[in-house]
């Protein structure tokens, strides 16, 4: 692999009810699960709001952008969740790029992003295809 690849920082955040909201805000997801912590323990039977699972993509390509530039494309994504992510709980998003190749004149990077809380895998591993 070429060692003049750009590097992607791990990500770690915590979910609070702000950044719920503004998920909210910016989707228009405004379900209670997300945001209702009784509405979850009597509907669901959950001790808290959790995170919509599309959320993760979201912060991904935000992620992804800020570390490639703002001209990089996510060409593809594929998540598959494992387990659900309620407030309190910090996650960590750890990127590993797997090959490289010439596109015309951009490198497409395929990644493979391993999403945790603790030791607890969320997703299975993230295949990305970014485009810079």
Same mark, same amino acid.
């Given at each position: 692999m070429n060692d003049n690849l750009p590097s992607i920082k791990k990500l770690s955040l915590t979910i609070t009810p702000q950044l719920l909201v503004a998920y909210a805000g910016a989707t228009w997801d405004f379900h209670r699960y997300h945001y209702d912590s009784e509405f979850v323990k009597e509907k669901l039977n959950?001790?808290?709001p959790f995170v919509d699972g599309q959320m993760f993509g979201a912060i991904i390509v935000k992620h992804?952008?800020?570390?490639?530039?703002?001209?990089a494309t996510?060409? +593809?994504?594929?998540l598959r969740y494992l387990s659900m992510v309620s407030?309190?709980? +910090?996650v960590n998003f750890e990127f590993n790029t797997i090959n490289s190749r010439l596109a015309e004149?951009?490198?497409?990077?395929?990644?493979?992003?391993n999403v945790t809380v603790e030791e607890r895998k969320i997703l299975q591993p993230i295949d990305v295809e970014v485009m810079i």
């Amino acid at each position: 692999m070429n060692d003049n690849l750009p590097s992607i920082k791990k990500l770690s955040l915590t979910i609070t009810p702000q950044l719920l909201v503004a998920y909210a805000g910016a989707t228009w997801d405004f379900h209670r699960y997300h945001y209702d912590s009784e509405f979850v323990k009597e509907k669901l039977n959950v001790e808290k709001p959790f995170v919509d699972g599309q959320m993760f993509g979201a912060i991904i390509v935000k992620h992804l952008i800020q570390n490639l530039g703002n001209n990089a494309t996510i060409l +593809s994504m594929k998540l598959r969740y494992l387990s659900m992510v309620s407030i309190g709980e +910090s996650v960590n998003f750890e990127f590993n790029t797997i090959n490289s190749r010439l596109a015309e004149t951009n490198t497409v990077l395929k990644l493979l992003i391993n999403v945790t809380v603790e030791e607890r895998k969320i997703l299975q591993p993230i295949d990305v295809e970014v485009m810079i």
